[in-house]
């Protein structure tokens, strides 16, 4: 008796006995096979939701750079149009362009009041 315990204990640590299928015969194995079967679903749910954060994750990072990307952008001509659009500025271009306008001599006053 003593020498079939020993006989059935080395055939579990047996490397050929777990990839051969055999520890799936166990008592332990065939009574908890549902709970088995569920815990090893879950895991492959969270391993998938896992992946599916990261890919979110880095679409978030990229978004968030060309976001910074487009504001300075939108800031750079933000600040060309301002400089462009000072008086004196106009009045250069206008002396470029060859065009002949003068800046008024008056303020402007109203009409209507």
């Known amino acids: 008796m003593e020498q079939r ?3 059935k204990k080395e055939r579990r640590l047996s490397l ?6 055999g520890i799936l015969k166990e008592d332990f194995i065939v009574r908890h096979t549902k709970m088995i079967v ?3 679903v879950l895991v492959f749910f969270f391993i998938g939701n896992r992946y599916t954060c990261m890919q979110k994750l880095r679409e978030i990072d990229r978004l968030q750079q060309r976001l910074r990307d487009v504001r300075f952008e939108a800031l750079s001509i933000s600040s060309e149009l301002t400089g462009n659009s ?5 009045e250069l271009l206008i002396e470029e362009q060859g065009i002949e306008l003068e800046a008024a001599k008056n303020p402007p006053y109203e ?3």
Do not use: A, F, P
């Not at 050929?16 to 299928?21: A, S």
């Not at 000072?86 to 106009?90: C, E, H, P, V, Y």
């Open 5 to 7: 315990k020993k006989k």
């Open 86 to 90: 000072r008086q004196s500025q106009i």
């Open 111 to 113: 009409l209507y009041k």
């Open 16 to 21: 050929l006995y777990i990839l051969g299928g």
């Open 38 to 40: 569920l815990v090893v």
